[in-house]
């Protein structure tokens, strides 16, 4: 095996320009570690803020590879870890590094990728569904036959989170940034997409409602269009923010507003209130993704010597759906 790989360094924070490719040395695992030969790593949006030195609660040291969700086989265990791990396909959540044809992880929190799921799948598949289900059943409370409105329903946990709550009987209405998500959010099932970007869609919402409003909505956008999300709560409705991807985050909103209105606003973060591995939620997700009744939004695929445009794409909202980068691709 070669000392060397190939990786994406930076070595400051700040636009897609700072990454670089690079020849290094091939990482060891430490005690508790292991190295994962990398497959595939889901384009998540904490890349580029990481990228961009807006991430504040994971440490960040330079050189700085990003890359945090993604598969990959155990190649190689540091001190203390089984090395029956060697060769299993694994997801690696919880380190960044995996712009590089080596990443090394904490062991304790890997997760074996079920057999029936590929690596490419399996680099996007759980973070956004159970950001999604978290978001609306435990937050939102989300009950079977209930209306919901996602924000950026283009976006992977937009995507999962219409096809979750269709599968509680729930009508589902998204809002998306221009026709072409509108219509790439569709085919996910939702009941209703509107262009956000257009004038009406207050109205449109509200129509699709039969003037009642919705129960549940789900915002990670922030605030640009949260000045309207108690407007077009039904009563006894809940939102939930779950991030601020348009920068902002939403004005504070006042009691009397709540308390007229019967609405609750939560905040939901899903580390620490994260069904495990093998719970009730985690099988129905690994099944409903296994069997393909719920789709997972893999839009395009890029090497890592593309990552610089792809951060640049979505950064300006070019990305639909969650992409991945192929690293060792399928391993075979
Ligand atoms: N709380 C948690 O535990 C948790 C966990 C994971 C993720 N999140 C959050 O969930 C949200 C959605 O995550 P995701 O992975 O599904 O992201 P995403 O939807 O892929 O995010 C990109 C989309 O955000 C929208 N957007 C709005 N303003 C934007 C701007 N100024 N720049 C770039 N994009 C903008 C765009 O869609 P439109 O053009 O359609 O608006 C864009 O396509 C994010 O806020 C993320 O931080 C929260």
Not at 134 to 162: D, N, V, W
């Amino acid at each position: 095996m070669s000392t060397t790989m190939q990786a994406i360094q930076m070595d400051a924070f700040g636009g897609p320009e700072v990454m670089e490719l690079r020849e290094v040395a091939v990482p060891e695992p430490g005690p508790g570690e292991v190295r994962l030969k990398v497959a595939y790593v889901g384009m998540n949006p904490f890349d580029a803020m990481a990228r961009a030195g807006k991430i504040n609660f994971m440490p960040i040291s330079f050189p700085f590879t990003p890359g945090l969700e993604h598969t990959g086989v155990v190649d190689a265990v540091g001190e203390g870890v089984d090395a029956g791990l060697v060769g299993q396909r694994v997801i690696s959540r919880a380190n960044f590094g995996a712009y590089a044809e080596y990443s090394i992880a904490k062991a304790d929190v890997l997760l074996m990728l079920d057999d029936r799921i590929d690596l490419k799948t399996g680099s996007v598949y759980r973070g956004c569904s159970f950001t999604a289900w978290h978001a609306l059943y435990k937050a939102g409370r989300l009950q079977f036959g209930e209306t919901c409105l996602l924000h950026s329903a283009a976006g992977p946990i937009g995507i999962m989170g219409a096809q979750i709550a269709k599968s509680s009987s729930c009508t589902v209405i998204g809002l998306a940034g221009g026709p072409d998500k509108v219509a790439f959010a569709k085919t996910f099932g939702a009941d209703h997409v509107f262009d956000y970007t257009q004038d009406g869609w207050v109205e449109q919402v509200k129509d699709a409602t039969g003037g009642r409003g919705v129960d549940v909505i789900v915002d990670g956008n922030g605030k640009p269009n949260a000045a309207h999300n108690i407007e077009l709560l039904a009563p006894l409705g809940r939102v939930v923010y779950i991030g601020a991807t348009a920068g902002d985050m939403p004005d504070p909103v006042d009691i009397p507003t709540l308390i007229f209105k019967n609405a609750s606003v939560a905040g939901m973060n899903l580390a620490p209130i994260e069904d495990p591995p093998d719970s009730p939620t985690d099988r129905t997700i690994i099944e409903s993704v296994a069997t393909g009744a719920w789709r997972v939004p893999i839009t395009e695929e890029v090497s890592l010597a593309g990552v610089a445009d792809l951060h640049h794409r979505l950064e300006s909202r070019q990305v639909r759906g969650r992409a991945v980068i192929r690293v060792g691709g399928d391993l075979t």
